[in-house]
């Protein structure tokens, strides 16, 4: 079973950046898929971005240009780089991983979640 441990969340002011990190064990996870979500306080999860085993990569709307993910296989994480934040991007930040190369709606694993503040 793969754990995923996530890091770098904190308090940032607007326009301020963070870089999150998403750690594996228990496992390699470097022909999975794998992402980040976030929940605001009230509102549903929903999708940040995504990169395949083949580092091919997706972002929601609000992360475009803003947002960059990428990951290292050798050392089994996966970051967010987080640029221009807003308060809107106050939220839980989750690191996701799939069982499998390509993940679009299914994902097998999930972190615990890093908190995610930004000041106006």
Same mark, same amino acid.
């Given at each position: 079973?793969? =754990?995923?441990? #996530?890091?770098?969340?904190?308090?940032? =002011? !607007?326009?301020? /950046?963070? @870089?999150?990190?998403? *750690?594996?064990? @228990?496992?390699?996870?470097?022909?999975?898929?794998?992402?980040?979500?976030? =929940? !605001?306080?009230?509102?549903?999860? #929903?999708? &940040? *971005?995504?990169?395949?085993?083949?580092?091919?990569?997706?972002? !929601?709307?609000?992360?475009?240009?803003?947002?960059?993910?990428? @990951?290292?296989?050798?050392? $089994?994480?996966?970051?967010?780089?987080? $640029? $221009?934040?807003?308060? #809107? +991007?106050?939220? &839980?930040?989750?690191?996701?991983?799939?069982?499998?190369?390509?993940?679009? $709606? /299914?994902? +097998?694993?999930?972190? =615990?979640?890093?908190?995610?503040? &930004?000041?106006?």
């Amino acid at each position: 079973q793969v =754990q995923l441990v #996530e890091s770098g969340g904190g308090l940032v =002011q !607007a326009g301020g /950046s963070l @870089r999150l990190s998403c *750690a594996a064990s @228990r496992g390699t996870v470097s022909s999975s898929a794998m992402g980040w979500f976030r =929940q !605001a306080s009230g509102k549903q999860r #929903e999708l &940040v *971005a995504r990169i395949s085993s083949g580092r091919s990569t997706y972002y !929601a709307d609000f992360a475009k240009g803003r947002f960059i993910i990428s @990951r290292d296989n050798a050392k $089994n994480t996966v970051t967010l780089q987080m $640029n $221009n934040l807003k308060p #809107e +991007d106050t939220a &839980v930040y989750y690191c996701v991983a799939s069982k499998y190369g390509v993940a679009v $709606n /299914s994902w +097998d694993y999930w972190g =615990q979640g890093t908190q995610v503040t &930004v000041s106006s």
